[in-house]
């Protein structure tokens, strides 16, 4: 077989010379197709003739070569996130202009809040992620957004807006983990974050009221649950401390009384067995201390019929 060359001259090539120029070339991209890297962040999903056979981790592969075999590689090692309601603009920023429809929420109450929230997710297992769902990430978004509106829906504006967004953050990541689970998406949620919750622009200043309100009631409240912690130790202190005393009283009363119910029951046995000489007695140890805080004592004859005045001639007087 002649072959015309640029130069106008021809060469003569034997056919199975020619035939073997195409066997080589697939021999060459056969093996090319043979080896595969998958990077430290992947898997790779090996499909023969579009069914699956395997999944391998991070390195270097062979498999059959093309078009026999083919490699689907999945990143299930780093966390994605998709945000609603703004969107990223590198480093902090970020903008919510022109998602007002995605941030827009009605409240059980049906007032209206603007809610800005990001879902963080995983592909976990591969096999899911590529056959059970088409448009994965869309699939996503659709059932993070209706979860997000049913979970504003079911509570009313304040608590949202004030101290709700832990429990309704917990509430969201689980209701969209029981439908991608249930969809088999082959995703696992890591986490849903509201990053703001503010009223309408219109009422955002009676809002802030509103807020303040509630931070002094708060604050008023912890004060007075302080007061209550310091007085109503030390008034119970001194309420047991009074009982004590009087229970103290009570007992010493008590044992008083006694004491002065037995000494006269001793006095009148002592009376009943000698009468004189137990009037006698009294007389005198009555004498003995009513005399002894007195300070002049004059005596007399019992005779006497009068008695003259005088005048007090005492020195000390």
Do not use: C
Not at 162 to 183: C, H
Not at 191 to 204: D, G, K, M, R, T
Not at 209 to 222: H, K, P, S, T, V
Request: glycine letters at 6%.
């Amino acid at each position: 077989m002649k072959i015309d060359l640029p130069d106008g001259r021809q060469i003569d090539l034997p056919l199975a010379k020619l035939v073997w120029i195409p066997v080589a070339a697939l021999v060459f991209v056969a093996l090319i197709t043979m080896v595969y890297q998958v990077d430290t962040e992947e898997d790779g999903v090996v499909l023969r003739f579009g069914r699956h056979v395997e999944t391998v981790g991070p390195g270097l592969h062979f498999k059959l070569p093309y078009p026999i075999d083919q490699v689907e590689k999945v990143k299930t090692r780093i966390v994605d996130v998709q945000e609603f309601g703004y969107r990223s603009q590198g480093g902090r920023a970020h903008t919510t202009r022109g998602y007002e429809e995605e941030s827009s929420m009605l409240t059980g109450d049906l007032n209206i809040v603007e809610a800005s929230w990001a879902v963080q997710f995983r592909r976990e297992e591969p096999e899911d992620y590529l056959f059970n769902v088409k448009d994965v990430e869309d699939t996503l978004r659709d059932i993070s957004q209706s979860v997000m509106r049913e979970v504003m829906g079911d509570r009313a504006s304040i608590p949202i807006l004030t101290v709700g967004r832990a429990e309704i953050q917990d509430r969201a990541r689980e209701l969209i983990q029981n439908y991608v689970d249930q969809f088999e998406m082959g995703l696992r949620v890591n986490e849903v974050n509201l990053e703001s919750v503010e009223p309408p622009q219109p009422v955002i200043d009676a809002f802030h009221d509103l807020n303040r309100a509630e931070q002094d009631a708060q604050r008023f409240f912890e004060e007075a649950s302080r007061e209550f912690e310091e007085r109503v130790p030390r008034a119970r202190g001194e309420a047991e401390r009074t009982v004590l005393e009087a229970e103290g009283y009570q007992q010493r009363r008590t044992n008083v009384a006694r004491g002065e119910a037995q000494r006269f029951i001793d006095t009148l046995e002592a009376y009943e067995q000698a009468p004189n000489v137990t009037r006698r007695r009294m007389y005198l140890e009555t004498m003995e201390d009513q005399l002894s805080h007195m300070k002049e004592i004059i005596i007399i004859d019992q005779d006497m019929k009068s008695i003259l005045p005088h005048f007090n001639l005492r020195e000390d007087q």
